[in-house]
């Protein structure tokens, strides 16, 4: 199950600043090999066992990897924390929603490909599955936001 919120709290259990938490948090931690993987499909790169990245564009340290790819990690190393992905690109979009058991904030849909068996729970109460239950509630929800004024 993946859990969208679409409304913005402020709340210790919410990531709402990607790049700052993982500079100052998740880049302390101890990257996995899945860690390693999903930097390496995310951004094309390879991360060295002194937390420097190998890109084609050169060298960097771990705090060089674009948002997208630091929202990524930010989810996978705190899945009880809500991690807004607002940043990031198709391509970390679609990985992220091959996860689960995942909690993320989004105020507004993203063209992104979901999986037919994701389940998605919005808000704690509507759930759907896949990419026409996705698309379907995001229509849904903004007759409601134009219907009161939102």
């Given at each position: 199950m993946i859990d969208i919120y679409t409304e913005k709290k402020e709340s210790s259990n919410w990531i709402l600043k990607n790049d700052l938490y993982f500079n100052l948090n998740t880049s302390n931690e101890e990257?996995?090999?899945?860690?390693?993987?999903?930097?390496?499909?995310?951004?094309?790169?390879?991360?060295?066992?002194?937390?420097?990245?190998?890109?084609?564009?050169?060298?960097?340290?771990?705090?060089?990897?674009?948002?997208?790819?630091?929202?990524?990690?930010?989810?996978?190393?705190?899945?009880?924390?809500?991690?807004?992905?607002?940043?990031?690109?198709?391509?970390?979009?679609?990985?992220?929603?091959?996860?689960?058991?995942?909690?993320?904030?989004?105020?507004?849909?993203?063209?992104?490909?979901?999986?037919?068996?994701a389940e998605i729970r919005f808000n704690e109460k509507d759930v759907v599955t896949g990419n026409a239950g996705y698309q379907t509630w995001w229509t849904r929800e903004y007759e409601r936001r134009e219907k009161n004024d939102l």
């Open positions: 990257m996995t090999e899945q860690d390693k993987n999903l930097i390496f499909q995310a951004d094309d790169a390879i991360l060295t066992p002194d937390k420097h990245i190998e890109t084609k564009y050169g060298l960097g340290t771990i705090r060089n990897l674009s948002s997208g790819c630091k929202t990524l990690l930010n989810i996978v190393k705190h899945p009880e924390k809500v991690v807004c992905v607002e940043e990031c690109g198709p391509n970390v979009l679609k990985m992220i929603f091959q996860l689960d058991h995942i909690k993320i904030y989004m105020s507004r849909p993203s063209f992104v490909e979901i999986p037919d068996n």
